[in-house]
């Protein structure tokens, strides 16, 4: 079962999903290989024309306009847009419980028909409640939840791509090149292919630290592309480098607990990096890294790694949210928004008592030693 159904949840949601589906269909091309596994994303529909697996959804009505609209707006099912006719007003109770709730079950009614993954931003609006609240039900809810926040994407267009003013546009190539390539060996044939379930189990050695951390290589400035000839062994470097990776934490500050990597047109080049850099990864879980090749290069590039990696280092992103709800929560700044549409207090409580044994399993997890041997049993067990 490889198919993917993509769920688009509100503004952030929508602007991702034009360069995302900009992307897949580039990616897709028109040789033997490409259109393949075409029914990963797409259905095929009467006539041999191919519709995106996708559900469409936003309390206000103005997105489906601008969706429409846009240069890939005619290839969607209509039936699978689903609007309300209010806005949350950047208020997380209003979207979770208000407004939101009044959309559920025509979603799910739509969802039904297809099968799903979840596209959606968490640090909106009033952000350090709004990422506590989504975390704490990310934590309970999810079983693989790729982080990517703006700060990250924001480094690596200033620092790396050398833009100078970058746009919305160019944060949401980045989210959606990374989409596209965790997903690429369930679209493409290659060696050692592994899919989505096999990353949970491979990746997520506990319940609750399920937070992946997304990058990829190469990441070159558009004016250095043609002066560049990478090779293997600077591919692998740059996905060790904490200024490729779409979340803003370091993780050399933090050890890998696991880690997956995905290569496009190369061999495996692992063992030397993984042996290079084992001061960085736990000792107590054995092969904890895995590796697949896909013999599909992207778009433009010969040679392209994709890292996913389950790291110790997320307490940073963590501590961050916690700091900044915790100091609005104390002088009950903009509280009210949330209490007046009947969130109880106690809920912001709750989620920060999550957040917090969250970041103390972090912590503890990266302090194991294998000689404590507290883990092994509850590790899971690997599945090849």
Partial sequence: MREIMHLQAGQCGSQIRAKFWEVISDEHGDSDLQPE???????????????????????????MD??????????????????????????WVKGHYME???????????????HGA???????????YNAMLSVHQLVENTNETYCINNGALYDICFRTLKLTTPTYGDLNHLVSATMSRVTTCLCFLGQLNTNLHKLAVNMVPFPCPHFFMPG??????????????????????????????????????G??????????????????????????????????????????SPQGLKIAATFISNNTAF???????????????WCKAFLHWYTGEGMDEMEFTEADSNMNDLVSEYQQYQDATAEEGEFKQEAKEEVA
């Fill in 37 to 63: 596994r075409i029914n990963v994303y797409y259905n095929k529909a009467r006539g041999g024309n191919y519709v995106p697996r996708a559900v469409l959804v936003d309390l206000e009505p103005s997105t």
């Fill in 315 to 329: 307490q940073e992103l963590f501590k961050r949210i916690s700091a900044q709800f915790t100091a609005m929560l």
């Fill in 100 to 114: 939101g709730t009044e959309l559920v079950d025509t979603v799910l009614d739509v969802v039904q028909r297809e």
């Fill in 216 to 253: 990829f290589a190469p990441l070159t400035s558009r004016g250095s592309q043609q002066y560049q000839a990478l090779r293997v062994p600077e591919l692998t470097q740059q996905m060790f480098d904490a200024k490729n990776m779409m979340a803003m934490c370091n993780p050399r500050h």
């Fill in 66 to 91: 601008s969706i429409l609209s846009g240069p890939f707006g005619q290839i969607f099912r209509p039936d699978n847009f689903v609007f309300g006719q209010s806005r949350a007003g950047n208020n």
């Fill in 118 to 128: 979840l596209a959606q931003s968490v640090r909106y609006g009033v952000e350090p």
């Fill in 255 to 296: 050890r890998y607990l696991t880690m997956a990597t995905v290569f496009r047109e190369v061999d495996r080049q692992m063992l030397s990096v993984q042996s290079k850099n084992s001061s960085y990864f736990v000792e107590w879980i054995p092969n904890n890294m895995k590796t697949a090749v896909c013999d599909i």
